[in-house]
């Protein structure tokens, strides 16, 4: 017997009513990204192992999907090396390549191996898909498409406010409304780990402070004391925990905090330009608000960090996120090349817009007239039709047989066509055709030689 098929855990098959939402949310993104003013890219969707490894920190780099070497790899690996058991020996002689993790370490690369090509500052964005070997869980996938805007060559915090107003857009057509954007900066999470004097254990400081809206505060310090940071050093960071107030109000305590830090004068006052300059622009839907135990894990962000909450009420993971780095591209040999990104994460927005009834009715509408199949002769003229309504724009078909008219309508209503056509032997004489509305029950008799009088009012 046949062995049922199956895909991989993490992985989807999309009927073609998601695939028409997914590209309703996929159009308004990349129109916003093209009004922004940013260009299209395409990279591959696997690259070398050693541009995607270390770059996104322990955690991330255990989670990069690695693709063997063709062929007898096993061949190629000494007796030491495989006997060892070891993955991190055996890996490297058994794999060189990886699917890419995410399209921000591509992006870098791009831009260094295309520098004497690119015109900067230079504004792309990109819509791929990405993998990653996560536990899958709701909203949460192995393989998911991303949706990336970035500025490289500029260090201009204009860009960070640009990025704000380009998702509070976006969101805004969506009609996802109440989306709040938080923001936060590095500067800050390193200068707190100075004062805490934990500078040498930054990363883990941030990835535990990271997931404080998962775990809550007291998981968040257990974490954070499991990888070597001592009581008294979180204590001297609790205030972290305890903010409160206004955007201005919490810039404005953390201030005394960190008035002997440099660096952390300067992440306070870069979040006061964003904000205020915000304040003054205004936003549409979406709220911006300051988050200062937000850490965004990637070890690449060095300014601003964004990330997006959906409105209350839906118990979901954050739908987009971003930051600055200040020298990605220094990891592929082109220093001092500052880049800001955000971005959009589709699969989890489509599951809020699913759950609001935020999509538009029509949106998985693929076809909107379906000819009747009465026979030979019938078929050719309602083809002559379909053919003429296909040249006006009008998603138009023939049903292929001469069906039973039940299973016609069937199919009509199956697939929620709004008019189905008839033109049958009085038809045919009349030289006429007739439409039915479904939704109303209504027909309505039009002349063959003037369609258009049929298409004005779709």
Not at 48 to 70: A, C, H, Q, V, W
Not at 112 to 129: G, T
Not at 367 to 396: I, M, P, W, Y
Not at 399 to 420: C, D, E, F, L
Request: charge should be neutral; aromatic fraction near 10%.
């Amino acid at each position: 017997m046949a062995q049922k098929p199956s895909i991989p855990k993490g992985t989807r098959d999309f009927s073609p009513s998601e695939v028409a939402k997914r590209s309703y949310i996929f159009s308004i993104v990349k129109k916003h990204f093209q009004i922004f003013g940013f260009q299209p890219i395409e990279t591959p969707s696997f690259e070398n192992s050693d541009t995607l490894m270390g770059k996104y920190g322990d955690e991330g780099d255990r989670l990069i999907f690695k693709i063997l070497n063709s062929g007898d790899f096993i061949s190629k690996v000494d007796d030491v090396t495989y006997s060892s058991k070891r993955s991190s020996s055996l890996t490297p002689k058994i794999s060189e390549k990886a699917l890419r993790y995410d399209l921000t370490v591509p992006f870098a690369r791009y831009v260094v191996m295309h520098q004497n090509e690119i015109d900067f500052p230079f504004k792309r964005y990109q819509i791929q898909p990405v993998w990653r070997a996560d536990r899958p869980q709701k909203g949460r996938f192995r393989e998911f498409y991303q949706c990336d805007a970035d500025v490289v060559g500029s260090t201009s915090l204009l860009q960070e406010v640009e990025l704000v107003q380009l998702y509070d857009a976006v969101f805004t057509e969506l009609k996802l409304e109440g989306v709040n954007i938080k923001l936060n900066n590095r500067k800050i999470l390193a200068s707190i780990a100075e004062v805490a004097g934990i500078q040498n254990n930054l990363v883990n400081f941030t990835v535990a402070l990271d997931k404080l809206d998962k775990i809550g505060e007291e998981g968040v310090k257990k974490e954070m004391l499991e990888k070597g940071i001592s009581e008294t050093s979180i204590e001297k960071a609790s205030p972290l925990f305890s903010l409160r107030g206004s955007n201005i109000e919490q810039l404005a305590a953390l201030e005394p905090l960190l008035a002997s830090s440099e660096i952390g004068s300067k992440g306070v006052e870069e979040l006061k330009f964003i904000i205020s300059t915000i304040e003054q622009m205004g936003l549409q839907s979406a709220k911006l608000s300051i988050d200062v135990t937000l850490a965004r894990g990637l070890n690449y962000y060095t300014g601003a960090i964004f990330e997006v909450a959906a409105p209350e009420g839906v118990q979901m993971g954050s739908i987009g996120g971003g930051g600055r780095y200040d020298d990605l591209t220094g990891i592929f040999g082109l220093k001092d090349v500052s880049g800001v990104g955000i971005s959009f994460g589709l699969d989890r927005i489509y599951l809020v817009l699913q759950e609001l009834g935020l999509f538009p009715e029509a949106v998985d509408r693929s076809l909107e007239v379906l000819c009747v199949n009465f026979g030979d002769k019938e078929a050719l003229a309602a083809l002559q039709l379909v053919t003429k309504l296909r040249q006006s724009g009008v998603k138009a078909d023939l049903y292929p047989s001469s069906a039973k008219m039940q299973k016609q309508m069937k199919y009509a209503n199956n697939r929620n066509v709004p008019y189905v056509i008839l033109i049958g032997e009085q038809e045919l004489a009349n030289n006429s055709f007739v439409v039915k509305n479904m939704s109303k029950g209504e027909q309505k008799t039009y002349s063959f030689n003037n369609p258009e009088a049929f298409i004005q009012e779709l």
